[in-house]
């Protein structure tokens, strides 16, 4: 199967819906994660914030640029989910579907930059690093991992690939780090030993759209 060379608004939607399904398929797994760091409640938080999203785009009919699909999504995860999550992956969605623009379709060097744009926005909003043992564990690397293979000249296919594969390794460094943002670090060093759940749940948007453009 040959993935695609553009994201469209199709392909956004589809980005979307995959992140909904996985987000439901893990939802015990972040809640356990997020349990054992944070206050249990991660799961619940994005499966109802993906299923307001996807409510959102079903009711909103056709929309034909890839950034109105995404920009409806942030907001809507916005408004939608409470707890540091909501408003963090919905201002990053958001700034991903401003960055989009009015591109019909975004290629890879558009995706990437847009996908910065959306790592930039967490960074804004949360004012965590990298090391701080947070989502953004997971988003930093993803979006190098993205830049650096469209710049080699992959496909956004094998970018969005790479980005996911670096998303988890990651999420996978933030087990020895010690948490110094969000609620992980009322625990100091007792945060240290896990997985972070937002950096978890990084993975499956990252996952879900390598599945959704490849
Ligand atoms: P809450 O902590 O309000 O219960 P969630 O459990 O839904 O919200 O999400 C927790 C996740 O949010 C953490 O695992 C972490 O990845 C992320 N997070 C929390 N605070 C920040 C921050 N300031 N910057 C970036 N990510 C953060
Ligand atoms: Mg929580």
Redesign the pocket.
């Known amino acids: 199967m040959v993935g695609l060379e553009l994201l469209d608004a199709d392909a956004a939607r589809d980005w979307m819906a995959r992140t909904a399904a996985a987000v439901l398929d893990e939802r015990d797994r972040l809640t356990e994660l997020?349990a054992a760091i944070?206050?249990g409640?991660?799961g619940v938080?994005m499966v109802r914030g993906f299923t307001a999203v996807s409510a959102a785009l079903a009711a909103a009919g056709e929309l034909s640029l890839p950034g109105a699909v995404l920009l409806l999504a942030g907001r809507t995860l916005v408004s939608s989910v409470g707890?540091?999550?909501g408003p963090?992956y919905g201002s990053a969605l958001r700034a991903v579907g401003k960055a989009l623009g009015d591109a019909g379709g975004a290629d890879g060097k558009q995706v990437g930059a847009a996908l910065g744009a959306g790592r930039d926005a967490?960074a804004a909003l949360?004012?965590?690093r990298g090391g701080d043992k947070?989502?953004?564990d997971a988003w930093i690397p993803a979006v190098a991992g993205f830049e650096f293979a469209v710049a080699g000249g992959g496909s956004l296919d094998a970018a969005a690939q790479f980005a996911a594969g670096a998303a988890e390794g990651g999420a996978e460094e933030t087990v020895p780090m010690e948490a110094r943002?969000?609620?992980?670090s009322y625990l100091g060093p007792r945060s240290v030993g896990h997985l972070?759940?937002?950096?978890a749940s990084t993975v499956l948007l990252f996952r879900a759209l390598a599945d959704a453009v490849g």
């Not at 943002?181 to 992980?184: D, L, P, S, T």
């Not at 972070?196 to 950096?199: F, H, I, L, V």
């Open positions: 997020d944070g206050d409640d991660h938080s707890g540091a999550s963090l967490i949360g004012g965590a947070t989502m953004l943002k969000g609620r992980a972070d759940p937002g950096a």
